[in-house]
């Protein structure tokens, strides 16, 4: 009797996952997202602005929720470190610093893909804490780091509510961009910390 020798051959692996097009699959969900919102959005949507297969993408996630999460856990500011806030030795120089073009273009966009993910939020946890920790706590945590020094500096009161603070610049330019549809560029971000933030933390303008 021949001895078959392959019955415990391991069975061939399929192609193996190309993931060097993950970025840019990714930051097209974004944008995609930002355009339509998660309702409107398709895959075949996603596969045409990477100019990917829609099998390429359905290889890496099996479901549109799949890739919309991964896309907002992705996303992080390429313009400015959060972690180390500008420190000019002023309140005013710090939160001015942090108002660069690159960096209102970018949290603009952020915006619109909170705006375009609202209703999956709604329905998914998961999502929920994974839009919080990449769109809105990296800018809230350098601005807790910035208040923060000028409590320490003595430049504004030891009980000011940083947490109150943080959001007031955020708030304005969501309501400017989302509801009035007018950019929130340097001058409107500017006047915002002049007039509203600064007024607010106790400091005159």
């Known amino acids: 009797m021949t001895q078959i020798d392959d019955v415990d051959e391991k069975p061939r692996l399929g192609r ?3 993931h060097t097009r993950d970025g840019e699959i990714l930051d097209a969900t974004l944008d995609v997202l930002a355009e339509t919102g998660y309702d409107g959005m398709t895959i075949d949507m996603v596969a045409a602005r990477a100019k ?3 099998a390429t993408v359905y290889r890496r996630w099996a479901s549109k929720p799949e890739l919309v999460l991964d896309a907002v856990a992705c996303m992080k500011s390429k313009d400015v470190d959060l972690t180390a806030p500008p420190d000019t030795g002023t309140l005013r120089g710090d939160l001015i610093a942090m108002v660069k073009s690159p960096t209102i273009r970018e949290s603009e966009r952020k915006l619109k893909v909170m705006a375009g993910i609202v209703s999956m939020i709604a329905r998914d946890p998961e ?7 990449a769109l809105v706590e990296p800018r809230a945590g350098a601005n807790r780091i910035i208040f923060q020094r000028a409590i320490d500096r003595g430049e504004i009161p030891a009980d000011s509510d940083i947490e109150r603070l943080c959001t007031i610049g955020p708030s304005m330019v969501s ?3 989302l509801m009035l549809q007018q950019p929130a560029d340097r001058e409107f971000m500017i006047d915002t910390i002049d007039r509203i933030i600064l007024p607010a933390a106790g400091l005159r303008p």
């Open 16 to 18: 193996k996952r190309d």
């Open 52 to 54: 990917a297969g829609k």
């Open 127 to 133: 999502l929920a804490v994974a839009a919080r920790e």
């Open 175 to 177: 309501y400017r961009v």
